[in-house]
């Protein structure tokens, strides 16, 4: 059965760094794998993918700002920023593609399998 943990979610200061962790298991880490994130009171918002070959897309609004990286061996995937904002108060998921290249992440079509998700909150 397919599983994707994330950690590294808490309570940080506006200007701190973001540094999550999902892990995965259950299935072969072949296939892209990405995140998600849902602010309060708005729909769910794609940040970033990466392919299995570690091709990375990030969506057009956000590109610049987060950095997603994967190391297959762990079977894990990072995401980071260096200095969050009080708007990047959200529930971050990771995600599992059903294909190993990115989709596009206006939308979570491409997505089979979500993460419970870890709650980040940036103090304001």
């Known amino acids: 059965q397919l599983q994707l943990v994330e950690t590294g979610g808490g309570l940080v200061q506006p200007g701190g760094p973001l540094r999550l962790s999902c892990v995965a298991s259950g299935f072969t880490f072949r296939n892209a794998i990405g995140w998600f994130r849902q602010a309060p009171g708005k729909g769910r918002e794609g940040i970033s993918c990466?392919?299995?070959?570690?091709?990375?897309k990030y969506s057009d609004s956000l590109k610049g700002r987060f950095t997603i990286s994967r190391d297959n061996a762990k079977n894990t995937v990072y995401l980071q920023k260096n200095s969050l904002e009080p708007e990047d108060t959200a529930l971050y998921f990771c995600v599992h593609f059903v294909s190993s290249d990115c989709p596009p992440l206006h939308n979570s079509d491409g997505v089979d399998s979500w993460g419970k998700g870890t709650l980040v909150t940036v103090l304001s």
């Open positions: 990466i392919s299995r070959d570690g091709s990375t």
